[in-house]
C-alpha cells in the first residue's frame, strides 16, 4: 500500500484531446507503479532493519565492552610495552657485544 502522502496526484484529464489524455493517463499510472515500489522497497527494508537490529545492538554493545576493557587496561599495556622495549634493547646490545667479541 502507498502512503496518501507518497500517492501521485491524479491526471487532470478535462479538456485533453485523445492522445494527450492517454499520454496523461500512461503517466499517471507509471506514477502511481514509481510510488508502490517505493513503498515495497520501504517495507522491505523496514522488515529487513527488524530483523537485524537485536543482532546489531548486541554487536554495539560487545565493542562498548572491548573499547571500556581497553582503556582500562590501557596504562598497564603502555608500560609492558615500555618494559618489553627496554629488555629488547638490553638482549639487542647483549647480542651485539658478544658479536664484537667473537670477531676481535
Known amino acids: 500500500t502507498v502512503a496518501p502522502e507518497d500517492e501521485p496526484p491524479p491526471?487532470?484529464?478535462?479538456?485533453?484531446?485523445?492522445?494527450e489524455k492517454a499520454a496523461a493517463e500512461a503517466a499517471y499510472a507509471e506514477a502511481k507503479e514509481a510510488a508502490l515500489l517505493r513503498a515495497r522497497r520501504r517495507e522491505a527494508a523496514t522488515i529487513l532493519l527488524q530483523r537485524r537490529l537485536p543482532v546489531l545492538l548486541v554487536r554495539k554493545r560487545a565493542i562498548a565492552d572491548i573499547r571500556v576493557k581497553a582503556a582500562r587496561w590501557a596504562p598497564w599495556v603502555s608500560r609492558l610495552n615500555t618494559v618489553m622495549g627496554?629488555?629488547?634493547?638490553?638482549?639487542a646490545k647483549t647480542y651485539v657485544a658478544a658479536r664484537a667479541k667473537a670477531q676481535a
Open 86 to 91: 627496554l629488555v629488547a634493547a638490553v638482549d
Open 11 to 19: 491526471a487532470q484529464l478535462e479538456g485533453l484531446g485523445p492522445a
